[in-house]
């Protein structure tokens, strides 16, 4: 048997071990998705038990998406953006950040194309992985957030990026093609929004990295103003979908995935 899994804490709210299992019974694999809490301390010695017991990969949660990056070796993308979110044991442990590839497939599955200028409203961990992974893909990122010295130190790593605060959204989003919001306003109430409506408008691509509710205000304005929306359960599919495929070698099985992601949230 082949084991897969997630290392973070907590973990029990994870709903990707139902999506992985799912994608595991529709390819009649014989492999099990488990999770891992380890504390902070142990946390170096889990990685190297991991792989001495032949786990075939790990995905990352909070609070070790950073945390893991000196115990592996991570590939170009992952070191840029400084946090891994998916472990490949297959030779040396490699980590990857399958959160910013999650981002442009989510997009491309709408049949948005990732250039011209986008717009990625926060700062943190979502935030660095949206703006590198656009970045990567050729658009022109704009960063905006409500401590402006965060977005500034982001925003110069990140070619051509530029930093904002909150308040300058209209301007920012009047031109722009894509707009991803990587805050979690909208997550505790859906009647919260970062991005005032005036701003939004149907030239626009919105992805919330919100999933719960899957139904945000951010996304019910975006509509209401023509614009494509993508709800973060996209997001979350694709990097589990980018993290199977990487760890198996096989294309997944994107809609039984999604149809058991969506079952569980």
């Known amino acids: ?38 504390a902070p301390e142990d946390l170096e010695t889990a990685i190297e038990g991991a792989d001495a017991l032949g786990i075939r990969g790990l995905n990352v949660t909070i609070p070790y998406k950073e945390d893991v990056l000196p115990l592996v070796s991570p590939d170009p993308l992952a070191a840029r953006i400084g946090a891994v979110n998916t472990i490949d044991f ?64 982001l925003a110069e790593e990140i070619p051509g990026g530029s930093a904002h605060s909150l308040d300058e959204l209209e301007v920012l989003l009047a031109d722009a093609r894509l707009l991803v919001n990587a ?23 919105v992805l919330d990295a919100v999933y719960a509710p899957l139904e945000t205000r951010l996304l019910r304005e975006a509509r209401a103003a023509g614009a494509t929306t993508v709800d973060g359960a996209w997001m979350l599919l694709f990097q589990g979908v980018e993290a199977f495929e990487l760890w198996t070698g096989r294309e997944a099985p994107v809609d039984r995935m999604n149809e058991a992601l969506r079952g569980a949230l």
């Open 183 to 205: 805050t979690s306003v909208g997550m505790e109430a859906d009647d919260e929004t970062p991005v005032p409506a005036a701003a939004l408008h149907a030239d626009l691509a």
């Open 90 to 153: 297959a030779d040396a442990p490699t980590g990857h950040n399958t959160d910013a590839t999650g981002v442009v497939r989510a997009f491309d599955h709408h049949g948005v194309d990732v250039d011209g200028a986008a717009v990625v409203v926060g700062a943190g961990g979502a935030g660095r992985a949206a703006a590198f992974a656009l970045a990567e893909e050729g658009a022109t990122v704009r960063i905006a957030n409500r401590t402006v010295t965060r977005a500034e130190a």
């Open 1 to 38: 048997m082949e084991v897969f899994g997630l290392i973070g804490r907590p973990v029990g709210h994870s709903v990707s071990p139902p999506m992985h299992e799912a994608a595991y019974a529709a390819l009649e694999m014989d492999a099990r998705y488990v999770t891992f809490e380890p």
